[in-house]
Every structure is written in C-alpha cells, then in structure tokens.
C-alpha cells in the first residue's frame, strides 16, 4: 500500500514539477554545502541529494519503507520531502519528517 501510495504522489509530481518556481541561483551553492557537510533537512536538502547518500538512503528506508525503492522516485529528486508531503500527507507526516530530520541530525553528528 505505502508504495502505491508513493507511486500515485510521484505520478502526481511529475505532472506538477513545471508549476513549481526555480530555487534563486543564491539557495543552490547552500544547499550543496549542507550537503558537503552531511547536514540533511526535509525542508531543504533535495531527495536526490538524499538518494545518493546511502547513509541518508538507511534513514529514509527506516521512516518511509519503499520510497527509496519506487521505480517513481527519480521522478521527484529535485524536490524537497517537504514539497512532496502535500502529494502524500497520511504517509509524510509532520511527525515521520520530525523523525527523519532528527535521525540527519544524529548523521551529521557522526560524521564529524
């Protein structure tokens, strides 16, 4: 059901990622810093920055199962968890995006 669930909330992404305004050329060279620095936020760090951390890819794999799986996923890697939380609010709770961010917090802290 969860990957069903995350599936039709890609498809829904797909048709809706046009609509979406450019992040200001200013938020891109931050945003790779936080990641340099292994500083994860759902709000901010990009699914696809995500994905490609296979420490990151363990965190999401614990709060969200199948996610990192779904064939659909590549489909929403340059939006936030917090952008695709409105395509998929019972599965991407404000309390499972809590957990994940204090989960990037503890990964952060470890790789120092």
């Known amino acids: ?7 039709l909330a890609a498809a829904m ?3 809706s990622v ?3 305004a450019q992040t200001p050329a200013t938020a ?3 945003a790779a810093t ?4 292994g500083v994860y936020k759902t709000s901010e760090t990009e699914i696809g920055t995500l994905l490609d951390d296979p420490a990151a890819r363990v965190i999401l794999n614990k709060h969200i ?3 990192t799986d779904n064939p659909q996923v590549d489909m929403a890697r340059s939006m936030t ?4 939380q409105q395509y998929s609010p019972d599965q991407l709770t404000d309390q499972v995006l809590a957990a994940v961010d ?11």
Do not use: E, Q
């Open 1 to 7: 059901m969860r990957k069903m669930i995350f599936g």
């Open 13 to 15: 992404l797909m048709t």
């Open 18 to 20: 046009s609509s979406f």
């Open 28 to 30: 891109a060279p931050a």
């Open 34 to 37: 936080a990641a340099k620095a």
């Open 65 to 67: 199962p199948g996610m």
């Open 81 to 84: 968890l917090k952008d695709v």
């Open 102 to 112: 204090a989960d990037f917090a503890k990964l952060a802290t470890s790789k120092k």
